[in-house]
């Protein structure tokens, strides 16, 4: 079999243990593509499985091909599967879809058991130009630590991140960055994570970005900047951080007035 497909067994194997709830109000596709979801995204079900027979699963499950087929149907129209007649159904890779909360790359990943891994590109001190110094509430030229880093899920780049950091917060050391979250260090260090002032946007990659992120020239990326203040109003940290959008989105809970 070719490198990179797999038949059913992954998922069959990834599926054992799970049982349907009858007695759920919820419906047993649901059921059904959540499980499978979550062995996607925990990488148990590894990106370019081939699922190439559904009657494995709804035979395995004990229900009826069409609830397994609305199962299915349910993953494909959040990408994380794609089907293609005469090939079968294959896992895509699926985007992290992260909550717009005050919270760390890497404790949303995790959390939600996608085995982050950090590769620290570079640790330095510079001269703050009139961008970052307004946004850290600082003078123009004032020394600050900036730390620029490549986060990736499973074993696949996802984010591109760029933080400013002021003296007040102390070193960082590239090896405590690769192990460990950045917000973790700090919380670790008594420093109070509060409130965050944050926009997101979206743009094409340039070359250099395209290729650290393992995406095509001019994929599209989503852009975040985020200014985080302690329990006592001052910024700890400016944030300026690219996203593989094939990869990643922002999750928003909204609620009514």
């Known amino acids: 079999m070719a490198a990179g497909t797999t038949d059913t067994s992954e998922l069959t194997v990834a599926l054992r243990g799970f049982r349907i709830d009858r007695s759920s109000p919820i419906p047993l596709?649901?059921?059904?593509?959540?499980?499978?979801?979550?062995?996607?995204?925990?990488?148990?079900?590894?990106?370019?499985?081939?699922?190439?027979?559904?009657?494995?699963?709804?035979?395995?499950?004990?229900?009826?091909?069409?609830?397994?087929?609305?199962?299915m149907q349910d993953l494909v129209d959040k990408g994380l599967i794609v089907r293609r007649r005469g090939i079968g159904t294959r896992v895509v890779q699926p985007k992290v879809r992260r909550p717009l909360?005050?919270?760390?790359?890497?404790?949303?990943l995790a959390g939600s058991g996608q085995e982050p891994t950090t590769k620290v590109l570079d640790v330095e001190h510079v001269s703050c130009d009139e961008e970052v110094a307004?946004?850290?509430?600082?003078?123009?030229?004032s020394d600050v630590q900036v730390v620029v880093r490549l986060r990736s899920a499973v074993g696949n780049p996802i984010a591109k991140l760029t933080n400013y950091l002021p003296q007040a917060v102390g070193e960082f050391e590239a090896g405590e960055l690769e192990e460990h979250?950045?917000?973790?260090?700090?919380?670790?260090r008594g420093i109070h994570l509060h409130a965050a002032s944050q926009t997101v946007g979206a743009r094409t990659a340039t070359a250099a970005e395209a290729?650290?992120?393992?995406e095509r020239r001019n994929a599209a990326l989503l852009t975040m900047q985020r200014t985080t203040y302690d329990d006592q109003g001052a910024v700890v940290e400016y944030g300026s951080h690219i996203y593989a959008a094939s990869r990643y989105s922002f999750e928003i809970s909204l609620l009514a007035p």
Do not use: C, H
């Not at 307004?134 to 030229?141: F, I, K, N, P, R």
């Open 211 to 214: 290729k650290l992120l393992a």
């Open 101 to 108: 909360e005050l919270t760390s790359l890497y404790d949303d």
């Open 134 to 141: 307004a946004q850290l509430g600082l003078e123009v030229g």
């Open 29 to 71: 596709y649901f059921q059904v593509s959540a499980a499978i979801e979550q062995a996607i995204e925990s990488g148990r079900v590894p990106n370019g499985s081939l699922f190439a027979n559904e009657m494995l699963v709804a035979e395995q499950l004990g229900l009826s091909r069409p609830t397994i087929r609305r199962a």
């Open 181 to 188: 979250g950045l917000y973790e260090l700090m919380r670790n």
